[in-house]
């Protein structure tokens, strides 16, 4: 935090504090002699635009309010009991000013009752009105800025914490967010690429699948403003990549987030998918959660195990897996974003899933010219293969791009270590090395 925001702060701490000490003597003061409004506008003293600015929406200054009472504890722990300390010595109950204590923290940590006794006092309709800012449907919630944390059954949602999202504490303090690490609390990982488009090689069936993909991605959001289709089509875009191993399925995708500069993450279906009823569909919920409102496009690899063919009911088992896929389509067609599941064959894939994609895109084997271009890319000037050679082993070899990529590795791993270019026979070798791999019959 710069010393300019430092600042900032100290001086809407001190608004901060002439509003609690204002509102608590107006509540301690005889029912005749209590205003009949309020007699501290927050919203109008308040220099919160920073707060808009910083979580890149315009919030209303009652969410703005909110949002940086729910920072105090951050900035400044032992500022609500410091003030409370000094205005009831002896000590005193408050439960208008609503707060709670935490099992680490040992400070006044401010809740959503806190927020409406500020802003309203105990003016019933100013706080009825207020309430509808912790609607799911507002910005708060609705752009993860902020939640509620849950509260224990029967008792008021409202005395829930005020707790910040860590982009939003990220985006306010320091200025920007960085990328969330893979874990047990978001099992993905951000995949990119330093190849471009030009290495990408694809018949044109496939290319023009891609092609849709890269228009929905550059107009989605002017076309349907501009042409009134916001309510005509379901949000986001959702597309199957299906084809051989190696073929260039996750190479896409990051080629789709780096050319419009959007973060893709796959998914770590091993942290995902767990044996106990319910906990897949938590795992999932996580990084939706994360991912909604922030462009990132997320790329399900080996997507079978997360949205295969739903099974007959034959055990209890068997009804939770179908819930469980039913779950899965249900979230994803909630999603706003771009969607990658990537299979190796179509057919694993559950037809009530089919059905919905936006684009199924094929990734077959490529062709001996595709394969004799996919050569000329990848092999260093560095070698002695001739014209006709190369030529010929295109049309030999049937692999794919990744197998064509490994085979020049290992080829000039070897060479340059004998101080010498590739030749066909590096090229060879490695080739079968590739096909034993795969446990194929070299040709």
Known sequence: MNTKSGQHFESLFRLLEDLIVSKTEALRSEPSNRKAKPDFRPVESFDMDFISESVGLKLSKEEEFICFLSLVPYLNPGFFDSIISKMFPQGAELPELGGVKGSSHRGFIPTAETALFLLSGNLLSKRIEVIKFFDPGYALSKYNILQLEAVNHGEPYLSGKLIPSSETLEKILFGNVSRPKPGLDFPAKYITTQLEWENLIINDSTRLEIDTIKNW????????????????????????????????????????????????????LAQVVSKYIGETEKNLEKIFQKAENKNWILFFDEADALFGKRTSVSSAHDRYA?????????????????????????????????????????????DPAERLHLWKIYLPSNHTISADDLKDIAARYEVTGATILNAVHHSAINAFEKSRYIDKDDITESLKREFRKEDRMPV
């Open 217 to 268: 991605l550059a107009h989605n959001e002017t076309m349907s403003k501009e042409w009134n289709l916001q309510d005509k089509f379901k949000v986001g875009y959702k597309a199957l990549f299906f084809g051989p191993p190696g073929t260039g399925k996750t190479f896409t995708a990051t080629l789709l987030g780096k050319h419009f500069s959007r973060d893709v993450y796959r998914i770590d």
């Open 322 to 366: 179908n819930q469980e896929t039913s779950y899965l389509l249900q979230r994803i067609e909630d999603f706003s974003g771009l969607v990658i599941l990537a299979s190796n064959n179509k057919t694993n894939i559950d037809s009530a899933f089919l059905r919905r994609f936006n684009a199924i895109v094929h990734f077959p084997m490529p």
